[in-house]
């Protein structure tokens, strides 16, 4: 069941994704200033609540992906990532990599 549970919301997931960017790439401008005024202020509220639980402890370890065997330092993925997004030029629209095929994503290679 977690199983199915987990499937359908990836599923919704990258369907809101996929809606997103479509209104991004072919609204009116209208339309477009409605999605991003109502869209924005969540999706920020939203990064900020993931990085919140990210935040470094006092030993310079990311709670939320350290284990008890594992250590994980500060920067954790989830920053790097956040930095890559947000900051350093990943706002650039991409193809969603749920569409993207198999070879080009990342750490994979073309099957012969």
């Known amino acids: 069941m977690d199983e199915i549970l987990g499937q359908v919301l990836r599923d919704a997931v ?3 994704l996929d809606v997103l960017t479509e209104l991004a790439e072919h609204a009116d401008a209208p339309s477009l200033l409605s999605v991003a005024c109502s869209e924005l202020p969540r999706i920020t509220n939203e990064w900020r609540a993931l990085l919140t639980v990210h935040e ?22 989830v ?14 629209p991409r193809p969603a990599r749920h569409l993207l095929p198999a070879h080009a994503l990342p750490g994979t290679a073309a099957v012969p």
């Open 79 to 92: 920053w790097r990532s956040a930095y890559e997004h947000l900051v350093a030029g990943g706002l650039a």
């Open 14 to 16: 990258w369907e809101r």
């Open 56 to 77: 470094p402890d006092d030993r310079g370890d990311c709670p939320e992906c350290s284990s008890r065997w594992r250590r994980s330092r500060a920067p954790c993925a």
